[in-house]
């Protein structure tokens, strides 16, 4: 069983930072690819970053894109979210995601792609 565990959430003021990390269970976890999605109230989750299995491909949002850096310790079976002047249209419950799939932008940005999700963690950027 695949665990996906999202921790470093919560509110921070405009232009602020925060570091999200996702601690994945089990003994493969550096053949996942890895991702962030997120989802405002109201809104559909969508893309934010991902991460190839050894770190060596990453993409992002263009809405993220120069202000987040996606990051994988796979020692740690651990990936990051490092969110830097963050904005009050980036507050949303940001969720953690991973899958098997081989290395594809396409795939990466599409939440059908991936098996495993975390519950959440919920990041609020105050004006």
């Known amino acids: 069983q695949v665990q996906v565990t999202e921790s470093g959430g919560g509110l921070v003021q405009s232009e602020g930072s925060l570091r999200l990390s996702c601690a994945v269970s089990?003994?493969?976890?550096?053949?996942?690819?890895m991702g962030w999605f997120r989802q405002a109230p109201g809104e559909e989750r969508e893309f934010v970053a991902a991460?190839?299995?050894?770190?060596?491909?990453?993409y992002y949002a263009d809405s993220v894109k120069d202000r987040f850096a996606i990051s994988r310790d796979n020692a740690k079976n651990t990936v990051y979210l490092q969110m830097n002047s963050l904005k009050s249209e980036d507050t949303a419950v940001y969720y953690c995601?991973?899958?098997?799939?081989?290395?594809?932008?396409?795939?990466?940005?599409?939440?059908?792609?991936?098996?495993?999700w975390g519950q959440g963690t919920q990041v609020t950027v105050s004006s």
């Open positions: 089990g003994h493969k976890f550096s053949r996942y690819t």
């Open positions: 991460i190839s299995w050894g770190g060596e491909n990453t």
């Open positions: 995601s991973a899958d098997t799939f081989l290395w594809s932008e396409n795939w990466a940005r599409r939440p059908q792609s991936y098996e495993y």
